[in-house]
C-alpha cells in the first residue's frame, strides 16, 4: 500500500509565500514523476507543475516564474515553493506520483489535497 501525505497548506496574503511538501511512503519499489496539481470550486484539477526522477521540471504557464518544484529521490519527496501568491492561486493543492510498488504495479497515487487560501 502506498500513501502519498501532503502539508504546508494554509492562508496567506497576496504576495507572500508558501512551501508544499509531499511524502510517499508504502510499498514503494521507485518513483518516476512527482508533482503537484490544484483545483479551485468549479475548476477541473490542473498540472501545476511536475519534476522526474532526473530533475527534469515543468511548470503551469501560471506558475512559471514563480512557483518552483523540487525533489528529495531518498526521501521520496516532493515540494512546492510558491512565492508571489495571488489570489487566483487559491484552491486544493494535490500531490501526484507515477511510481512502481514492489509488486510490480504502475500506477498514479493521489494525496487526500491541502488547502490553500490567498487573500487579496
Known amino acids: 500500500q502506498v500513501q502519498l501525505v501532503e502539508s504546508g497548506g494554509g492562508l496567506v496574503q497576496a504576495g507572500g509565500s508558501l512551501r508544499l511538501s509531499c511524502a510517499a511512503s508504502g510499498s514503494i519499489f521507485t518513483i518516476n514523476a512527482m508533482g503537484w496539481y490544484r483545483q479551485a470550486p468549479g475548476n477541473q484539477r490542473e498540472l501545476v507543475a511536475i519534476?522526474?526522477?532526473?530533475?527534469?521540471?515543468n511548470y503551469a504557464d501560471s506558475a512559471k516564474g514563480r512557483f518552483t518544484i523540487s525533489r528529495a529521490n531518498a526521501r521520496n519527496t516532493v515540494y512546492l515553493q510558491m512565492n508571489s501568491l495571488k489570489p487566483e492561486d487559491t484552491a486544493v493543492y494535490y500531490c501526484?506520483?507515477?511510481?512502481?510498488?514492489?509488486?510490480?504495479?504502475?500506477?498514479?497515487?493521489w494525496g487526500q489535497g491541502t488547502q490553500v487560501t490567498v487573500s487579496s
Open positions: 519534476i522526474t526522477s532526473g530533475g527534469r521540471t
Open positions: 501526484n506520483a507515477d511510481l512502481r510498488d514492489r509488486v510490480g504495479f504502475r500506477g498514479d497515487y
